[in-house]
């Protein structure tokens, strides 16, 4: 089965560019003003011509208005937005139908039951995120590198499209990838020298880690 990898949070060329290297499918960008990956779409929209027809532009918002959805799909006309905030199943049919675009909704998990939040977005989100919940104080909905029980994903419908995330890295993938299967993996800030910093080497470390994980489970 391909994997889908989508390295989150780019702001600079150089991380966009190891991310390309490695083979990243899907390059995100974090419209939020209080994340130390905050990026203006006029920004974003010069990053992301490097990925044109190599990988998918994710524009990602938390609970963002109109008028700034507005100016983030006119200025970097996204391949996807990915829903990170309180967004209702409505609201997600809603912007699917006024700009065109697929939508990946993503949720927090920390239990099982907290796989019961899906059903409402069934055959409204085109894909989900599966992120951690964020930490008592946080500020932000992820990019926390904090993990959560990977395991609880095994009762997952297989129908369900996905993308793993929280507190993935080089070191930790392989036992991600063994335990939950999924078919998409997000990392952020488990590719980052310090919050908001990716550093192209680790990048390149991560995706190193991915191949041996997978060619050990085609062994």
Not at 161 to 183: C, E, F, H, Q, T
Request: include cysteine.
């Amino acid at each position: 089965m391909a994997l889908d990898i989508k390295i989150c949070g780019l702001k600079t060329d150089h991380a966009m560019a190891a991310a390309l290297a490695g083979g990243a499918t899907h390059v995100g960008f974090i419209f939020f003003a209080k994340s130390p990956r905050y990026v203006e779409p006029a920004h974003a929209c010069r990053l992301r011509e490097a990925a044109r027809g190599k990988a998918l532009a994710v524009a990602v918002t938390v609970d963002a208005s109109d008028a700034f959805l507005d100016q983030i799909v006119t200025a970097m006309q996204p391949d996807m937005l990915q829903l990170h905030g309180s967004e209702t199943p409505e609201q997600v049919a809603e912007l699917k139908v006024r700009y065109g675009l697929p939508v990946m909704k993503a949720l927090p998990l920390s239990e099982a039951a907290d796989l019961d939040r899906i059903e409402p977005f069934i055959g409204v989100a085109d894909r989900f995120l599966f992120d951690a919940k964020p930490p008592k104080g946080s500020v932000l909905p992820g990019g926390n590198g904090v993990a959560f029980d990977w395991r609880i994903l095994a009762g997952l419908d297989a129908g369900v499209d996905y993308m793993l995330s929280g507190g993935l890295n080089a070191a930790n993938i392989g036992d991600a990838l063994r335990l939950a299967n999924p078919p998409g993996i997000d990392i952020s800030s488990g590719v980052e020298s310090a919050p908001g910093v990716k550093d192209p080497a680790l990048i390149e470390q991560f995706f190193r880690a991915v191949r041996a994980a997978r060619d050990d489970r085609a062994a």
